[in-house]
T-cell receptor
């Protein structure tokens, strides 16, 4: 089944404790993104990757890191999480870019206390 | 300039009614306008999309109307059903850099 998987689905952590949210897709897509969803703010892009080893900042990259060592995986790293990073996070993949259908993962609900 | 403004924030419609969600943009560099539907606990999924050289696109009960001169586009859901209750996001694609800009979302509730 074609899908985007994210882990964990739920995470509660404390300020400053490094964490990684994994994302994997099995559709051989070139383009992958991370979004955060907050009430009243919609979906905002954090980082994106147009191909392996190519990543770039989205609209809200502060406090986040990503890497794209393999085509299928695109982990999101929070080196020192803060409470304002409490949010619902989505990974998405698409064949090449913005004009192709984006396939979203199931989401990761992160709470930073 | 990269924003996509979406309204209303929430919408309550009776079963069988028409749901209308509106979006507006400023940047004329946008070249593709999709709508995504999100059910509670799930990721968004593509519902319908339109290119700016087309004024209307219909798929079943869902229609996008696009007004290029006014820089506005809207989603119409005809004969709304309780199963349509979800959050809807409009979006616009920027070619350089290649990315989607999403609206703030509309929570639609359809009551029987």
């Amino acid at each position: 089944e074609a899908q985007v998987t994210q882990n964990p689905r739920y995470l509660i952590t404390v300020t400053g404790k490094k964490l990684t949210v994994t994302c994997s897709q099995n559709m051989n897509h070139e383009y992958m993104s991370w979004y955060r969803q907050d009430p009243g703010l919609g979906l905002r892009q954090i980082y994106y990757s147009m191909n392996v080893e190519v990543t770039d900042k989205g609209d809200v990259p502060e406090g986040y890191k990503v890497s794209r060592k393999e085509k299928r995986n695109f982990p999101l790293i929070l080196e020192s999480p803060s409470p304002n990073q409490t949010s619902l996070y989505f990974c998405a993949s698409t064949v090449r870019g913005g004009r192709d259908e984006q396939y979203f993962g199931p989401g990761t609900r992160l709470t930073v206390t | 300039q990269q924003q996509v403004k979406q309204s209303p924030q929430s919408l309550i419609v009776q079963k069988g009614g028409i749901s209308i969600i509106n979006c507006a943009y400023e940047n004329t560099a946008f070249d593709y306008f999709p709508w995504y539907q999100q059910f509670p606990g799930k990721g968004p999924a593509l519902l319908i999309a339109i290119r700016p050289d087309v004024s209307e696109k219909k798929e079943g009960r869902f229609t996008i109307s696009f007004n290029k001169s006014a820089k506005q586009f809207s989603l119409h859901i005809m004969d709304s059903q309780p199963g349509d209750s979800a959050t809807y996001f409009c979006a616009a694609r920027l070619k350089y850099p290649d990315k989607l800009i999403f609206g703030t979302g509309t929570r639609l509730q359809v009551f029987p």
